[in-house]
């Protein structure tokens, strides 16, 4: 059981993360950028970082049309 459930009041919607955009969504806490993620994420998955980056920024971009992150705008 490694899904996460999260609601959205923004959508009045429950969304099922799967294992990799719980995790992403996780390291999403105001601090970090999709560049420190895919950072953070490019030793376990053993790839470097720039091929991690369009897939983060998309699920990023993806929750934050749902409603479950709020962007930071610099």
């Given at each position: 059981l490694d899904e996460l459930v999260a609601y959205s009041p923004a959508t009045s919607q429950a969304?099922?993360?799967?294992?990799?955009?719980?995790?992403?969504?996780?390291?999403c806490d105001g601090t970090r950028t999709?560049?420190?993620i895919c950072n953070e994420l490019s030793e376990p998955a053993g790839v470097p970082p720039e091929a991690l980056c369009r897939d983060v920024q998309v699920a990023v971009d993806q929750m934050c049309e749902l409603g479950l992150l709020t962007a930071n705008e610099p």
């Open positions: 969304v099922s993360l799967n294992v990799s955009a719980r995790v992403i969504w996780e390291l999709v560049d420190d």
